[in-house]
């Protein structure tokens, strides 16, 4: 649900008391930065009276730990081998953590709890909740529907006999958010961020990347053959004939192949600039004109809509072709597959079961998830700030918040310490970082105002209502083009275990889902708790000021506010990441894509470094140091760091997620972070030379 520019941390408090859920969530604006000083980091005074006491008792797991490992070697596998070793990754993943996994496993039983008690609720909402949820347990009544739910747009693809008409097919599909061919949805103007507008964007693929269809490799050659013989199983499900099926199927990936040829790489991708193309619908007209736009806008429901940003113009011209040399039965089976493809999983259950099939091959999971993990999933995605509602009252308690907001004013003032520092800067660039980091906004835990939801649920219809609430959500979306920006609006959901940074927006959000331990507990000690939250809340800050963000100035407007000189410098120090991380291996003969991971890898060295001084920052007054069976707090933290990233994934994921991820494996983003750390190298004793304590390291903030 995440917008295409949006930097999203894969990241990942035990709430005392709940929140009540009329309390507006963004915090007040934070106290000027103090005076300029010598350090970010303060040295923690020396000789002061410590007091021993369990791992366990800050916040760390021992058992996690693989004492045998050298620190100063490879800390993630001294802070996490014990962990890796004992723990099986559940047959229905494709990865797990220790930090986000968990917490995602015990939200997921809380939003269970909560679905199943709300079926013989008499309040409305919770009615809502609980009947969308029951209807999607009702497995008898979905296999009996069979196809009949998708019978209204099934029905608009097969009149496709002419332009018009696979316009109007095209903006049905879109009206209920089953993209073929591409997608359309709101978003910011970039040179004006106040204002809304639509963007459209590069999609129709059944893979998850181009690079699925055009790599040459064995791997992909062999992903292509399973997802071929996928596409001829699913069409059989949808009635096609064996002959129809294997031709159909040969079609469909042609044309996939095509629009693959036509899309933008995940690295291009990474461009603001690039993504910004204000056509309008004059300009649209003009770059794909074989298409009847007034006709496809007319089946969206927004036949009005004018201001159009288009983020891939030749991915736009490669459609323009196809509309022009593709038969109308060509289109009929690509059109029908995507309708079928999209909703496949809230099928009967040969659909559902096939959707999985081709999960597996991407993911390696060996199992498919229960029934009622995939029924809240749904349930989150189609009415998640109504299912919040409960969840936030049990799961956030206020301390959470202040917390947060703690840890956010700590990381902001050592990031304004730190701007005083960075000699690479000039005076005029410096106070535009500071202003732009003063104009951020912090949302904690939940949205200041609640969506509503206004479609219809039945209570033996789940396919349709998943429809239902698809278009609802689209028209949502487009009746925002062209009004001013909600700014208070959220990209996830607040039981999400996740958080992030919107450059449009300059602002950070921090889900009720993620202020949990083992990322932030009230027993953990300070050191702990930053070494985990804190480092989370300074990757997201970070982003504010990696190589995308840095584009976008406080107001949110893409436009350059460095001085020539000061970005060269900047570029020159991403580059140096950007090698760093290339050199390392996702698997053996599998390397890091550093072009596509710098941003998150920009963030991790700031969010690490920011959360270290922040730590010490709040620490330096304390009467006394905490050291946990004889690591003192600076390792607590930098423990605290690595065993949040503990994690487990199965090759096949491990490969996908080297191709598409824009953030590094746990192992490096770990390593990597720390290996640049003066004070990590100084906490550990480690020597010039190991693994650890590289010759040559990269600093951007």
């Known amino acids: 649900m995440h917008r295409r520019l949006l930097s999203l941390a894969s990241l990942l408090l035990l709430a005392c008391e709940p929140a009540p859920p009329n309390v507006a969530p963004r915090t007040p604006p934070a106290p000027p930065p103090p005076p300029p000083v010598a350090s970010a980091a303060p040295e923690l005074p020396p000789a002061k009276p410590q007091k021993t006491v369990k791992l366990v008792e800050v916040g760390l797991d021992p058992e996690s730990m693989d004492r045998s490992a050298g620190a100063c070697d490879d800390f993630f596998q001294f802070a996490c081998g014990g962990w890796i070793k004992k723990t099986p990754i559940p047959d229905d993943k494709a990865r797990w953590s220790r930090g986000f996994s968990e917490i995602a496993q015990r939200n997921e ?149 095509t629009l693959a040829r036509g899309s933008k790489t995940r690295v291009e991708r990474r461009d603001p600039k690039g993504l910004y193309n204000r056509v309008d619908r004059e300009g649209l007209a003009k770059l794909a004109p074989n298409m009847p736009w007034d006709e496809y806008f007319k089946a969206l429901g927004a036949p009005e809509l004018k201001q159009i940003n288009v983020t891939a113009p030749k991915f736009f011209e490669a459609v323009n072709e196809l509309v022009k040399k593709l038969k109308p039965a060509q289109w009929q089976l690509y059109l029908r597959w995507h309708a079928v493809r999209s909703v496949a999983p809230q099928l009967g259950q040969k659909f559902a079961d096939e959707s999985f099939a081709m999960e597996q091959v991407i993911t390696g999971q060996t199992r498919q998830r229960d029934r009622w993990k995939r029924c809240v999933e749904a349930t989150d995605s189609a009415l998640g700030e109504l299912l919040a509602k409960p969840f936030v009252e049990t799961k956030f308690g206020p301390e959470s918040k202040k917390a947060v907001e703690q840890m956010v004013f700590a990381i902001r003032d050592a990031f304004g310490k730190r701007l005083d520092q960075i000699d690479w800067m000039d005076d005029t660039t410096r106070g535009r970082a500071r202003s732009k980091m003063q104009m951020m906004e912090y949302l904690i835990g939940y949205p200041a105002k609640w969506r509503s939801y206004t479609f219809a649920v039945e209570p033996k219809a789940h396919p349709k209502n998943v429809l239902e609430a698809r278009a609802f959500e689209q028209r949502r979306r487009l009746a925002k083009v062209g009004k001013p920006l909600d700014r208070g609006e959220w990209q996830m959901t607040p039981p999400t275990v996740n958080a992030y940074y919107d450059p449009l927006k300059n602002h950070m959000v921090f889900p009720a889902g993620i202020l ?149 494996p746990p192992r490096f983003r770990v390593n990597g972070s720390l290996s640049t750390l003066p004070e990590f190298a100084k906490a550990f004793s480690c020597e010039a030379g190991k693994p650890m304590v590289p010759a040559n390291s990269c600093e951007v903030w």
């Open 109 to 257: 039983l809380e939003l269970r709890k909560i679905l199943e008690e709300s079926a013989s609720s008499s309040d409305p909402d919770r009615k809502k909740l609980g009947d969308f949820y029951a209807a999607c347990m009702d497995t008898e009544a979905i296999d009996k529907a069979a196809l009949k739910p998708l019978r209204p747009l099934l029905e608009q693809i097969e009149k496709v006999d002419n332009p018009k008409r696979l316009a109007k097919a095209l903006g049905a599909l879109h009206s209920a958010r089953v993209w073929a061919l591409f997608d359309v949805s709101d978003d910011q103007d970039f040179k004006d961020a106040t204002q809304v507008i639509a963007t459209m964007d590069q999609n129709g693929l059944g893979l998850p990347d181009r690079d699925n269809y055009l790599d040459e490799d064995e791997k992909a050659k062999g992903i292509r053959q399973k997802y071929l013989e996928h596409v001829e199983r699913m069409l059989g499900l949808a009635g096609f004939n064996k002959k129809q099926a294997k031709e159909g199927a040969a079609t469909i990936v042609e044309i996939e192949t």
């Open 516 to 664: 949990q331990a083992p990322f932030y507990s009230p027993r953990a000690s300070v050191a702990v708790n930053m070494g985990a939250m804190g480092m989370v809340v300074g990757h997201e800050l970070t982003h504010g000021f990696d190589d995308e963000g840095s584009q976008f100035a406080g107001n949110g407007n893409l436009e350059n506010w460095w001085t020539p000189e000061v970005r060269e410098r900047f570029e020159k120090k991403g580059s140096c990441v950007t090698d760093q991380y290339s050199a390392y291996e996702a698997l053996p003969g599998v390397k890091v894509n550093g072009k596509l991971t710098l941003g998150e890898n920009i963030a991790d060295l700031g969010g690490v470094k920011l959360a270290f001084a922040a730590y010490r920052a709040l620490r330096q007054d304390a009467p006394e140091e905490i050291v946990a069976e004889g690591f003192n707090e600076d390792q607590q933290f930098f423990l605290s760091v690595g065993q949040i990233w503990c994690n487990k994934a199965r090759e096949e994921y491990a490969r996908h997620a080297a191709k598409v991820d824009p953030h590094s």
